[in-house]
């Protein structure tokens, strides 16, 4: 019998930070890890450049025109049966000012209490790759 071959969502997410602080969405009730704090972002859809869809994600979430910059990092992570791909990317530039469409709510983070925050389990996994991509980012 053939092991059944593993489903993978490949998702983006960016880096939008201003100053020493890091933008943050809570995710919303009645969805999946409803309540925890995430960076803005979402599912790449069939046929989308992950770029594209990042553009895409944070026009739809936050109502605004960003460019998205370099691929700062990736990494993968497991819940249960769904595995993700994620794809993290600077933000570099944006036009508009953040505004929930999408999330409970938003809000500016220090980079410094990143790790104090509820962030989904695959952030938490790969904080020391966000923090040295912010510090990156200058």
Do not use: C
């Not at 895409?56 to 249960?80: C, D, M, P, Q």
């Not at 938003?106 to 991509?133: C, F, G, M, V, Y």
């Amino acid at each position: 019998m053939r092991k059944k071959r593993a489903q993978w969502i490949p998702v983006v997410a960016g880096l939008i930070k201003k100053n020493d602080e890091v933008l943050l969405g809570k995710r919303p009730e009645g969805l999946s890890l409803a309540g925890v704090w995430e960076f803005p972002g979402g599912k790449i859809e069939p046929g989308e450049h992950p770029q594209s869809a990042l553009k895409r994600e944070l026009a739809e979430e936050l109502g605004i025109n960003a460019t998205v910059g370099s691929l700062k990092f990736s990494t993968t992570h497991s819940y249960g049966e769904t595995n993700i791909l994620l794809l993290f990317y600077a933000i570099p530039f944006w036009q508009g000012e953040p505004r929930t469409k999408h999330h409970e709510s938003l809000k500016w983070t220090k980079i410094s209490d990143l790790e104090k925050q509820e962030l989904p389990e695959a952030n938490r996994k790969a904080l020391s790759d966000i923090l040295q991509a912010l510090n990156e980012m200058g």
